[in-house]
């Protein structure tokens, strides 16, 4: 992953938790009475992906078993991982794309609501992801990945040649010599690996993306609704086919891109269709970008208009990330896809320990403070959603009695003590285990290794509840809280 090269080393520490009283009468742990959307208390688990659905997307006793962790800690919601909406083989991603799912994501709710004893609403991120290759080997690419054409030809000087003797000659070029002869996108195709676009317009399924997703992400909603979820977030956010659609680099020219308009106008069919399909009694908000921290991106101020656009029309909760986009990936090695959050946008989205004066902490308050604001100046009051660096109690008070957010999202700190919640609101605060911000648990996302933390997977091995992961290394789940003091 990118590092600020202040490279500055921070360490997460806490001088003083609340005592059980003073959380109790606290904000956080206040209940949130919305339209649709009702909290026993303001904090909320952000969507994770875990890599624990089956190679087809099933729901499977370790997707079960890693949700149900979180859910004895009794937030006052947790967002089920990004869950594909389209039919199509993704390994293993969990997928709603078809009704065969239902069941398994109905075990799902249940175990939830059972393990939280009912306290902890539970939702589900449906995505849209475009096509995304691995980087080819350069033979494999040049021989047959790349399509010789008349362009290639002439800059090669080679206007008669065959096919074959134009293959053999790109494979012996260096690589300014490429530059010269391939196209930025076959470039990028060689050195990162090809990767479609919402601007691929001369693709008729890239095309017809504002017909089929409305569509898609309204059929995955229905089924989300009778899996047992309280509510829907869709995935707005990151490098994803509607975060795409929203981005400042969306140039489409059939009314779906250029000003942003038009690049909210697809977000909100979806919504509309996915509204017209649940009902309006029934939660369905968006997780967006505040900013996607790219060169030519949209920034705060695009996000301020979504905002107001998205809660005029009536979703019930807006969720704010920030960067984690293609834009700026670093080159992957030979034989794997580009991720996400190898560069700065990476870095933003999910802040590591090594930062610059900023630090890792709270970097994505201001921008959601100012997007909030928008909102309300506006006269809408719809719930807001801030995550990013936030462990503490006093952090995520303070942000709600400052009035810049709504709800709360603990993701890594969640992740690294799933009881947070229940040992902070009990007055065991000195018992939490700090987030370190070290990415371990981003890195195994990466590498599509069940992810787990750094702090507890080497914990009690032997113990009769731990599951370990496939290399029988690390558990699965973190291991049962027991308060150290009465
Ligand atoms: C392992 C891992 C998987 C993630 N998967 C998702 C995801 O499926 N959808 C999403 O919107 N964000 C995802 N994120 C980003 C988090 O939801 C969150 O925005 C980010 O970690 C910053 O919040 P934090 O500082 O509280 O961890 C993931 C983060 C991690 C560490
Ligand atoms: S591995 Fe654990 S400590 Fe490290 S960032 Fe992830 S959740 Fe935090």
Not at 6 to 22: L, S
Not at 98 to 104: I, L
Not at 290 to 302: F, H, K, L, R, W
Request: one cysteine or more; charged letters at 25%.
């Amino acid at each position: 992953m990118w590092k600020p090269p202040e490279r500055i080393k921070y360490q997460t520490t806490v001088e003083r938790w609340p005592t059980a009283e003073e959380a109790q009468g606290s904000r956080l742990y206040s209940r949130l009475s919305a339209p649709n959307l009702d909290l026993a208390q303001r904090t909320w688990v952000p969507a994770m992906v875990p890599w624990r659905a089956s190679g087809d997307g099933d729901v499977t006793q370790d997707v079960i078993d890693w949700y149900a962790r979180f859910a004895h800690g009794k937030p006052g919601a947790i967002v089920v991982e990004a869950t594909g909406i389209r039919d199509i083989p993704s390994g293993p991603l969990l997928r709603i794309s078809d009704d065969r799912y239902v069941a398994g994501l109905r075990r799902l709710t249940d175990a939830v609501r059972e393990a939280s004893d009912g306290q902890t609403r539970l939702l589900i991120q449906l995505i849209d992801f475009l096509t995304i290759r691995r980087r080819p080997q350069p033979d494999a690419f040049f021989n047959r990945f790349l399509e010789v054409t008349a362009a290639h030809r002439q800059r090669l000087g080679m206007v008669r040649e065959s096919e074959q003797a134009i293959r053999a000659q790109l494979l012996t070029l260096t690589d300014a010599e490429l530059e010269n002869v391939l196209s930025p996108r076959e470039l990028e195709a060689l050195r990162q690996g090809y990767r479609e676009r919402v601007t691929d317009m001369h693709l008729p399924a890239i095309a017809e993306l504002p017909v089929n997703l409305p569509i898609l992400f309204s059929q995955a909603a229905s089924r989300a609704q009778a899996a047992g979820f309280d509510g829907i977030e869709l995935h707005y956010a990151h490098a994803y086919t509607m975060a795409s659609f929203l981005s400042a680099t969306n140039t489409r020219a059939d009314g779906y891109g250029g000003g942003r308009e038009q690049r909210v106008r697809l977000p909100l069919e979806v919504y509309a269709a996915v509204r017209a399909a649940v009902g309006d009694d029934y939660a369905v908000g968006c997780r967006f970008l505040s900013d996607e921290i790219i060169a030519t991106g949209s920034d705060v101020d695009d996000a301020c208009f979504f905002a107001g656009e998205f809660a005029r029309a009536g979703m019930d909760f807006l969720s704010l990330s920030r960067g984690g986009k293609f834009d700026d990936a670093k080159q992957p090695k030979v034989g794997w896809a580009a991720y996400p959050y190898t560069g700065r946008s990476g870095y933003e989205c999910m802040p590591a320990y090594l930062s610059d004066e900023q630090g890792p902490w709270g970097r994505n308050t201001e921008p959601v403070a100012m997007v909030r604001r928008a909102i309300r100046d506006a006269g809408l009051t719809t719930p807001v959603i801030l995550a990013g660096g936030i462990h503490s109690f006093e952090q995520a008070e303070s942000l709600l009695t400052e009035g810049k957010a709504d709800v709360v999202g603990f993701a890594r700190q969640a992740l690294a003590d799933p009881d947070w919640f229940e040992k902070v609101r009990l007055g065991f605060g000195d018992e939490v285990l700090l987030c370190r911000y070290s990415n371990y648990c981003e890195g195994l996302d990466q590498k599509h290794k069940q992810v787990t933390c750094e702090l507890w997977d080497r914990e009690a091995l032997d113990a009769p509840d731990a599951v370990l992961a496939s290399d029988g290394k690390r558990r699965l789940t973190a291991p049962s809280w027991h308060p150290k003091r009465a």
